[in-house]
C-alpha cells in the first residue's frame, strides 16, 4: 500500500512538452508511472514519443481528464503560469495536483489553496520534489532508482534531504516517500501526511524531516502526541542558521524567538518523537524503531 | 524582501493611506532642504530594516531645518543591531491622539491571510501578544473573497477603533494583495486630536517570487559577497566560521552546517548550487568560497539523486582545472552519495587532484573538514 500515490494512479504532466516537462516525464514512465496524458495548452492533438509510450497532448486539463481518466497532475509549468495551471487541475476534480514549479508567488499559493480546499482536489507543493510510492508510481522528479518499496513512510520540506533518507534506508525501503516543499505556503503539510501514513495499513514506521522557519514541526508534535500510534523518528535542519537570514527555501529563515531548529526539536522530543543529529543518526534510529516493534 | 520604511509610506500614499508629508534623504544637507521646505517641526527617523530605532535612538525630533540637519548627521551612518542607517526619513511631526495596530498578513501555519488589529498600539506586538493577548482581533481572511467594507467595519469594531479607521484598513488590505505583499503592518496607527486616521509607521514585505508582474524597483546598495553569488544564481550566507560549505540542494545544505557544527567547526557560509551541478556552477560556487579569507577548508557535500555522482565527479574535477591557482591549496574535502556513486568517486580519485580528499559519509567528511580547517 502507499498515500495518495499508487500503481492504479493515472497521471498526466501539465507542461510535459517543455524541456523540464518532457525529461522528468521520461523518468516517471521509467519509474514505473501510468502517464496517460500531457497537457500544453494549445497543443492539444499533438502527442510526445517516449519510446516505449507515446503520450497523447491535451489542450485543456477537462479534455485531458475525460479522455483519458487522468486522477493525478504533475505541474511543471513556469511560475508565472502555475496559477493558472492549478487552477485549472481544480477546476477539473483532478484529485491530486503535484506543484513541482520553485518560485511561485505566495499569494498565488494561498488563493490556490483555498480553491482545493474547497473542491476535491489536494495539493502537494509548490516547490517540491513531488512524492515516490517505490515500485508502484512517481510524480514528480524524486530519483526512483536510489531506493526501494517497502513500508516506512517519509515526509519532508526539503527534496535533497528526502533523497537522502531514501537511499540511507533503501535496504528497508519505503510505502511512499512525500516532499511537502519548502515554501512559506504549501497544499499538504506534515500532519497531512502524518495522518494519511497511521490510515495506511502498508506503513509500519514514519520519518519526518523539518526546517527552520514556521511552526509546522511544532504542530506535527501535538498532532503526533494525540492521534499518532506508529513510531516517528524525525530530523530538524538548521540548527546553526542565523536570525534573519533565508536560507535557500523561501519558508526557511529564523524570526525573532520562532522557527528556530531547537524549539522544533524539543517540541518532537516532548512527545517521545526521537530526532536524529544528523541524516545518517536519523536512519539509525529508524532502525531500531522498527526493531523495537 | 522587507521594504523600508520611507518605501512603505510610498507604497501607503499610492493607495490613498494617509501619511505624514514627508521624504528621503541620504545626507543631512537634504535633510535640511526637506525640513525647510516641509515648514513645520519634523522627526528625522533612520530608515533601518530592524525595530528598536526609538530605543537605540534613531528616530529625533527637530523644530527646524538648522536643527534637522544636524539630527540627520547624527543618524546617517548610526548602527543599529548591525544595520546601518543610510538614509533618514524627515516628516511632518504628528502627534497621535490615540495609538492602534493594524496588519494584513499571510499565515503560514493556515495557508491563508489574516488580519491583526488593536486599540493597543505603539509597542512591539510580540509584547502586547504576551502582556495581553485578548487586545488582539485576529481574523482570518478569505483569500478569494477579501476584505471588503463589510469586513473591514466588523474588523474597527471588534477591535475598537473609530469607525473612520475601517476604510483605512480596506486601503492596508488592498496593498497586501495588489503589491503581492507577505506582510503589511503599521504601527502605530494613530487618531489625531481632530480626527484624522495616519499610517505613523510602516512595514511591508513583498514577496520576491512576484517580481515579475510589478514595476518594483527596492534596489539593495550591496557589493556582498551575497550579491555577487546571486548574480551568479547561486543561492549564498556568509556565516562566521572557518569551513567553507557547499552543497546540493537547500536542506542537505543547511544539514550539513549542523553536522560541521557537530563535528566542533564553524561553517563560513551557506551555499546551495541547486540540482544537476554543472561544472561552471560549481566552479562558480568553489571560486566564491575560497575567495573568503576566512576558509581554511571546504567541504563539497553532493548527494547525486536526479544528477548521477559521475557528472558531479567531472564537474567538479574541471572546476578545480578552471579555478587552476586560484584554489591556494585550500584543502576540499568531497563527500559524494547516492546515484553512480561509485563511479563518481573513482573519478575523483584517478584526477589526483592533491588538494582533494574523500570521505564516502556525511558525518565523516564534516568531521575531516573540521580538523583541517583546525590546522591539524
Redesign the interface.
Known amino acids: 500500500m502507499a498515500i495518495f500515490l499508487t500503481k492504479d494512479s493515472r497521471v498526466l504532466v501539465q507542461g510535459m512538452t517543455g524541456a523540464e516537462g518532457r525529461r522528468h516525464t521520461a523518468r516517471m514512465l521509467a519509474a514505473g508511472t501510468d502517464i496517460v496524458a500531457g497537457v500544453t495548452p494549445g497543443k492539444g492533438g499533438a502527442s510526445v514519443d517516449f519510446g516505449e509510450r507515446t503520450v497523447p497532448v491535451f489542450g485543456s486539463v477537462a479534455d485531458a481528464v475525460e479522455e483519458t481518466g487522468a486522477d493525478v497532475s504533475v505541474v511543471f509549468v513556469p511560475p508565472k503560469f502555475t496559477a493558472g495551471a492549478v487552477e485549472e487541475a481544480i477546476a477539473a476534480q483532478v484529485p491530486l495536483c503535484v506543484v513541482i514549479t520553485e518560485g511561485v508567488p505566495v499569494h498565488d499559493a494561498v488563493r490556490f489553496r483555498a480553491l482545493a480546499a474547497a473542491g476535491s482536489t489536494r495539493i502537494i507543493g509548490p516547490n517540491c520534489p513531488g512524492l515516490i510510492s517505490p515500485g508502484q508510481s512517481s510524480a514528480g522528479i524524486i530519483p526512483a532508482d536510489i531506493t526501494s518499496a517497502g513500508r516506512i513512510g517519509l515526509v519532508s520540506k526539503s527534496g535533497t534531504l528526502t533523497y537522502q533518507l531514501i537511499y540511507e534506508l533503501r535496504d528497508l525501503g519505503f510505502s511512499t516517500a512525500v516532499g511537502i516543499g519548502g515554501d512559506p505556503v504549501v497544499g499538504t503539510t506534515h500532519i497531512d501526511c502524518l495522518r494519511a501514513f497511521e490510515e495506511d495499513p502498508g506503513t509500519d514506521a514514519i520519518v519526518m524531516i523539518g526546517e527552520i522557519g514556521g511552526d509546522a514541526e511544532e504542530r506535527a508534535a501535538a498532532y503526533i502526541a494525540a492521534n499518532v500510534t506508529k513510531p516517528v523518528v524525525a530530523y530538524v535542519a538548521g540548527f546553526t542558521a542565523p536570525e534573519g537570514k533565508t536560507m535557500g527555501h523561501a519558508g526557511a529563515i529564523v524570526s525573532g524567538s520562532s522557527g528556530t531548529a531547537q524549539a522544533k526539536k524539543e517540541a518532537l522530543e516532548a512527545v517521545g518523537v526521537r530526532v536524529g543529529k544528523t541524516p545518517t543518526e536519523t536512519a539509525r534510529l529508524m532502525r531500531s524503531a522498527l526493531d523495537a516493534r | 524582501m522587507d521594504l523600508y520604511e520611507y518605501q512603505a509610506k510610498e507604497l501607503f500614499g499610492r493607495h490613498g493611506i494617509p501619511v505624514p508629508a514627508g521624504k528621503v534623504a541620504a545626507t543631512p544637507a537634504e535633510a535640511r532642504a526637506i525640513s525647510a521646505e516641509l515648514d513645520t517641526p519634523v522627526v528625522i527617523k533612520a530608515q533601518v530594516k530592524t525595530g528598536g530605532r526609538g530605543k537605540a535612538g534613531g528616530i529625533r525630533p527637530a523644530a527646524g531645518p538648522a536643527a534637522a540637519e544636524s539630527e540627520a548627521e547624527h543618524v546617517i551612518g548610526m548602527d543599529i543591531k548591525g544595520h546601518i542607517a543610510r538614509r533618514v526619513l524627515v516628516e511632518a511631526a504628528t502627534v497621535p491622539f490615540e495609538e492602534y495596530y493594524a496588519a494584513f498578513l499571510?499565515d503560514?501555519?493556515e495557508?491563508?491571510?489574516l488580519a491583526m488589529v488593536s486599540a493597543q498600539g505603539g509597542m512591539e506586538i510580540?509584547e502586547l501578544a504576551a502582556r495581553d493577548p485578548d487586545a488582539i482581533v485576529k481574523l482570518p481572511i478569505?483569500?478569494?473573497a477579501g476584505v471588503d467594507a463589510d469586513t473591514a467595519r466588523q474588523l474597527v469594531g471588534k477591535a475598537g477603533l473609530p469607525e473612520q479607521a475601517a476604510p483605512v484598513l480596506e486601503k492596508l488590505w488592498r496593498v497586501l494583495?495588489e503589491e503581492?505583499a507577505?506582510l503589511v503592518e503599521v504601527n502605530p496607527l494613530i487618531c489625531t486630536a481632530d480626527q484624522q486616521i495616519v499610517a505613523l509607521d510602516g512595514k511591508v514585505t513583498v514577496?520576491?517570487?512576484?517580481a515579475?508582474?510589478h514595476s518594483w524597483e527596492y534596489a539593495e546598495e550591496s557589493v556582498s559577497l551575497e550579491a555577487q553569488a546571486k548574480a551568479k544564481g547561486l543561492?549564498y550566507?556568509k556565516?562566521d566560521g572557518k569551513v567553507g560549505v557547499i552543497?546540493?540542494?537547500?536542506?542537505?545544505?543547511?544539514?550539513t552546517?549542523?553536522?560541521?557544527?557537530?563535528a566542533g567547526a564553524?561553517?563560513a557560509n551557506?551555499l546551495?548550487i541547486g540540482?544537476g551541478a554543472s561544472a561552471q556552477v560549481m566552479a562558480d560556487g568553489l571560486e566564491i568560497i575560497l575567495a573568503d579569507p576566512d576558509v581554511r577548508s571546504v567541504l563539497v557535500n553532493v548527494?547525486?539523486?536526479?544528477t548521477a555522482c559521475d557528472a558531479v565527479a567531472n564537474g567538479i574535477v574541471t572546476a578545480l582545472q578552471l579555478l587552476g591557482e586560484r584554489g591556494h591549496g585550500t584543502p576540499i574535502v568531497v563527500r559524494l552519495?547516492?546515484?553512480n556513486a561509485e563511479v563518481g568517486r573513482r573519478i575523483l580519485s584517478d584526477a589526483r587532484h592533491p588538494a582533494v580528499r574523500q570521505v564516502s559519509?556525511?558525518?565523516g567528511a564534516a568531521e575531516l573538514a573540521a580538523r583541517l580547517a583546525a590546522g591539524a
Open positions: 499571510v503560514r501555519a495557508g491563508a491571510f510580540e478569505d483569500p478569494v494583495v503581492d507577505l514577496d520576491d517570487n512576484a515579475f508582474r543561492n550566507v556565516l552543497g546540493n540542494g537547500a536542506g542537505l545544505v543547511m544539514s552546517l549542523d553536522v560541521v557544527a557537530g564553524a561553517p551557506f546551495d540540482g548527494f547525486g539523486g536526479i552519495d547516492g546515484n559519509t556525511m558525518d
